[in-house]
Structure formats: C-alpha cells, structure tokens
C-alpha cells in the first residue's frame, strides 16, 4: 500500500470521528500499534489550537505522523524523534495560530537546524554511495585477482572478505540507523514547512529508510555471490577466462568464433583469403541493388553499406541509376561497361535488305470468323490439300502452325492461333506475322459479333482479307445475305463490286477449298511478299510451353533471314541456342527460311506468343539483352503495382 492510499484512509476517519477506535481496530498487525499511542497524543495536543479548525487541521496533521510511525516502529530503541514530534507538532499550526507556543527565534532556529541536518543527509548519502562503490569496485578487483590465485589462497581471501562484508555491513547497519535517525528528524521537522514541500520530503525519507538497506543489500550480494560463483567456476574453463587470459579485456563471442573459422580454416589448409576477381559489370541504364551486387559477385549487404557511404540509401530491391551504379562498381574495383537501351535494341534492329537480296516468300495467313463458322474445320480441310501431304496420305499437324503447297507449286502457311486475342496480343507484342485474314462466315448463320470483330482486328492491322463463306453445304445457307450483311461492316466483297476477295466454299465437302487457296495465292501476289534468307534469323513466336520431356518450347514463325541449328537468340525475355528445329510435320530439320513455321528447342525459359525471336552474335549479348528485357518487365510490373487490376484489364481490352 502506498503512503497515499494510507494517507487518504486515516483522513476520512479523522473527519467521521475518531475516537480512538479506528487506531486501535484499524490497520491490524504491529504496525499499527504505536500509530494508537501517537494519535492519542497529537489529539492531546491539537485542542489548544482551538476553533472549529483542528478538525481539519487534524486531518492533514494525521497524515504525516502516520506514514511515519512504521519508521518508529521499527525502532522503538528511538524514542526520540518521537519527543520531538510531539515538541514540533503544534509548530505548523503555530505558524498560523500557534505562535505562542513558539518563538518566532525557536521557529526559525528550528528551521535552520532541519535544512542543516537535510544537506547533512544528502550529503552523507552521497558519500555513502561513493564509498560504495568505491568498495564494490575493489571487490571486484579482488575477486579477479582471486582467480588467477591457487584454490588454496582463495580460500583465505574469501574468509577474509566475508569479514570484511561483514564488517562492512555493520557498519552499514549503524550508518542506516542513523540515517533512519536523521530521517525521522527531518520528518518531524518537516511538518513545520509548507504541505507543498511535502511530497518531495516523503520522497528523501523513503530514500532514507528504504535506499539504505537496499544499498547494502546490494553490497553484500555482489561480494558474496561473486565469491561463491567463482568458488564454484574454479575448476571450469569459461570463455570469459580465456578472454581473460589474453589480457584485460574480455573478447566478444563474435570474435571468437571468428578465431575459430580461422583456425579451422588454417588446419584444413584449403580456402587461402580469395584473390579479388576484377570482373566486368554490364551496366543498363538503371539496375536494382541485387542485381548490381550479383553482377559484380559481391554481397548485397557491402554494396548497400558502399550506397550508404556516399549518401544513398537503397534497399536491394531498389533500382540505382547508372552513374551511381558505376561508382560503386569502381569502388568495388570492377570495370564498367555501360549498355543502355539504345545499344541493346541496336543489335536487334534491322536495316532494311537490299533489293537484290530479296527472294519472294510464302504467305502466312491467318483465319478468322464467329465461333462454330468452321474455323477448325477449315483449317483440316486446308491442310488436306497439300500435295506434298496428301502424297504421304495425310498428316497429323504437329504444331501451332504450318505450310501447305499448292498445285500450282505456290506455298501457303496457315497460323492456327486460338482466336482473336492471340491475334491482337501478338500485335501488340510487335509481331505483324499475318499477311493474309481468312475471314470465315457462315452462310447459314451470317455477319455475327465476333465476325466484326475479326473485321476490325484485320482493319486495324491493315491486313488484307479473303471472306470464304462456309457451310454452303448447308440447307439453310444464304450467300448473299453474308455478302449484304458484310458491306454494312464496309467490307465490300467482289461480287458486289468491290475489291474483297470472297469464295463459297464448305469444310466438310471441300467444295471451293482449291478456290480459296487460288485467292490466297492471288492476294500473296498482289501483296509481293518478299525477303532476305540470308541474313541472322528474325521472328515470332506463335506459341510456346514447357514440354516435360524437352524443356522450353517454342513455336516461331521465320519472317526474314533463316535460322539454324546451333544459332544463339534472344526471345523476348528469353534466350537460348538453337538445339534442334522441328517443323510441321515433326521432322528434324537444319535449317528454317522465311514464313517457314518451326518448333524451336533450345530455350532458357519459356517465350510467350508474340515474342520476337532475333538471332545474336553470342551468348553473352542474347543474356545481356534477356536479363535487360526481364528487368524492364519487373520494373513495368512494379510502377504498374503487380497484376494488372480488372479495371486495367478492362482498358486494355477496350485498347486491344
Ligand atoms: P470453329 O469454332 O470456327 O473452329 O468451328 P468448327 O470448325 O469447330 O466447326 C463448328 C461446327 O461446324 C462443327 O461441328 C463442324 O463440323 C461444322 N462445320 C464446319 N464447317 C462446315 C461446313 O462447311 N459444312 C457443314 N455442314 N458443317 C460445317
Ligand atoms: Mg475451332
């Protein structure tokens, strides 16, 4: 309980009448006891202030007598601050009503003594505390010394010191009392000042009581303790004594185990302190903190620690732009070589073959249409009619992709991407593979919304279209509705004059199919269609997935140049070199030309549809531009704040 609490208690019944009863009924135990003795006297003494006050007077008079009775109590061989309580009790009051009782020269001679025994207090307390630790210290120091000492010697040092303790401590014990002494003096005292300088007072008096005993406490414990503890430590080797041993100070445990890989180290004879390796850093235009520390074969932690030494502070995953990066690279004592976006797409692009060079080339069409308007079935037949296949008596289509020949000896390859959003996802990817759109209608179903969608996508792409209306098998079909229903999408078809290619055909007879191919082969001539076979290969990716048996696999369309077993390439964030190529019809080929569909092994990592395949000198320039093109899309990734949302899907849908 603390002093309040009893202080507030005593009040209240104070003021309910307290005739003696409380006292005595109250607190229980011996505490309690002399407060009974005190209060009966203090009543004795209050009356003669007279009034109506005393009851208040009273009140707060209780308060201090009270908190300081256990003081007493525990002392009952001094008697005599209690006298002089009793002599300076009424001197509070005597300052307002009181003065009779005590001379204004008793009063202020009183005062002077108490301030005097207070600043003897401190005074002696901080004296205390000084001797102290002085003596702690030397205890300290003697335990030490002990140590290094024979079991034999120690022994009497400790009896020795345990006298000492001893004697400090009844030295302590008389210092406590007459601090308590002191305490109790300036207690009494101290109801002569103002309430206000009361709590600060109660303060120092705990001090007084509470802080010596506990100082001593503490003075015994460590002496004692330490004695025993190393009494009982004797015999062991702690890791503080080797420390010991090496000298004064004690080695952290860090350092230790770092003395312990030494040796290690040294006895295993092997890992000598590395030679620094000088290494070349390919720098992009900016780089995260990682992947400068990776490139450089450093720890991230010194590189962040060398960012933060010239004013930077990055996290890891915080890109660095590349004049700081090249200061920290030649700091690390690294060489610098700078590549910025400009150099890695100047490899890839490609100037423009000279005329000579070119030689014409198949073209790649692509068919679109409504769904369930024979798209699929289009394609089957389609591929029924090449020559070649239909020598070998079928084929079975191996890939996303393949090349027909005609009669007429033309070729003709047909991309079988699924649907639309294939199509305009490899535009927007920058591969413009279709040349020819094979517009499929129904003829018993007409113009539906994915047929102008299709209309559109070919628009925007400004691809060239052939409508092949199908299913003119069918009981129901209606040509010329298509056709009528088509001009109102601005496709104007030759049969209503205009310049649209269209042929009747029907998937499942193959009535009109050899029709559709003159048309394509017509619009391919129309188109001149033309490139360089012999230059690196450049192309798209059609498709692409992980095959379990054969790892990363590609599809790619050749546009220009020619690709070759062994050849090094970059596909979009990918790259790999050319392990095998398989075509159409899964036969291992060398080589692949332009419009020539091809399955690609080989790949690092697996290219999505749409990707650009270029062709590079080595593998060091197809990594550099892999890592740079993976980095641009982690970055685009982390402004655009991960995945995309439903809303900016939606966008880029509408954009699509
Ligand atoms: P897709 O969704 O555009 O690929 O259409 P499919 O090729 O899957 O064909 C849808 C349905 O139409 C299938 O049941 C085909 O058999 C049928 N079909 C496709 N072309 C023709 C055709 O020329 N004549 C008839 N009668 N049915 C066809
Ligand atoms: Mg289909």
Redesign the pocket.
Known sequence: MSETDSDSKPRGRGIGGRSGGPSRSGFGGGRTKPVVVEKKRKRVVTPPGGGAKPAAGAGTLQVKPRAQQPAQARQPEAPKPAEQQQQQKPQPKGRGKMLGALSEEEYSRRLEALKQAKKDDVQREKREAEDADRRRAEDAERARREAEDADLKRKEEDERKRAEAEAVETKRKEEAEAAQHEAAKADASAQAESPDARPAEDDRRAKGRGAAPKKQAQQEKPSRGRGGDERRRAGKLTISKIGADEGGRQRSLAAMRRRQERQHRKSSGSNEPREKVVRAVTLPEAITVQELANRMAERVADVIKALMKNDIMATQNQSIDQDTAELIIEEFGHRVTRVSESDVENVLTTEDDDEGAMVSRAPVVT?M?????????????LRKTDVVAGEAGGITQHIGAYQIETEGGHKVTFLDTPGHAAFTSMRARGAQVTDIVVL?V?A?DSVMPQTIEAINHAKAAGVPMIVAI?????PGADPQKVRTQLLQHEVVVEAMSGEVLDVE?????G?GLDKLVDAIVLQSELLELKANPDRPAEGAVVEAKLDVGRGPVATVLIERGTLRTGDIFVAGEQWGRVRALVNDQGERIDEAGPSVPVEVLGLQGTPEAGDVLNVVEDEGRAREIADYRQRKAKEKQNVTGGRATLDQLMAQAKAG
Do not use: F, P, Y
């Open positions: 068919i249409g409504h769904v369930d308007h024979g798209k699929t079935s289009l394609l089957d037949a499929v129904a018993d199908n299913k003119i098998d069918r055909v029907s998937a499942i007879t009535e």
